[in-house]
């Protein structure tokens, strides 16, 4: 759904927050869908740093092509150096890529498409916190599940997706172990007892 798509999306511009607040920054340069892994428990995580690259003050354009066919920026080709707003680019790619199939699609997500694709970096959003702050005035009620997510990753393997049938078996397990240390009896080799 719209929302399920804006709430990875969400949690992809925390990832890409830290790796461009590295020093040097880290461009990933290939965001798109099939980078983009969502866990059972709903963690996300990005994937494949082939084409990455440490954002260099002293280049005014990238030296080689790295990225994918329609989800690379215009810059990556060799028009200008490769920034923050570059995995920006991608990811509206990315949006628009996971809602083409939609009847409808709200029309603060296009806009927010067409702001991420700019072909001019400098209208594109300064940032992924910029870009987060808007995904988020989309859907502004996705903050309790935020939360909720924030906190399954407290719990114990198995609990974790909050899935009732995984949280039976990880249940049984932990009582089976709990049972099998209680029962083990200790043999002193010295005495041979």
């Known amino acids: ?18 790796l461009h607040h590295c020093s040097p920054p880290i461009i ?18 990005l994937i494949d740093f082939n084409a990455a690259k440490e954002f260099d003050t002293n280049k005014s354009e990238d ?16 028009f200008n150096q490769s920034d923050a707003r570059t995995d920006i680019y991608a990811i509206g790619c990315t949006i628009k890529y996971l809602t083409e199939e939609m009847k409808h699609v709200h029309q603060e997500l296009k806009n927010v498409i067409d702001k991420c694709m700019q072909i001019d970096a400098g ?23 935020e939360h909720k997510a924030s ?31 209680l029962s083990l009896t200790m043999i002193n080799s010295n005495t041979g007892q």
Request: charged share 20%.
């Open 1 to 18: 759904t719209e929302k399920d798509i804006v709430s990875i999306i969400i949690k992809l511009c925390d990832i890409l927050w830290q």
């Open 28 to 45: 990933h340069r290939d965001i798109k869908p099939s980078n983009i892994i969502v866990s059972a428990d709903n963690v996300i995580k």
């Open 63 to 78: 030296t080689i092509f790295m990225g994918t066919r329609h989800f690379a920026a215009p810059e990556q080709y060799g």
């Open 123 to 145: 209208n594109r959003y300064s940032d992924v916190m910029e870009l987060q702050s808007a995904l988020k005035c989309i859907f502004p009620t996705e903050q309790p599940t």
């Open 151 to 181: 906190f399954c990753k407290y719990l114990p393997v198995g609990f974790r997706s909050l899935n009732p049938p995984k949280m039976i078996l990880a249940s049984l397990y932990y009582v089976f172990v709990f049972w099998l240390s």
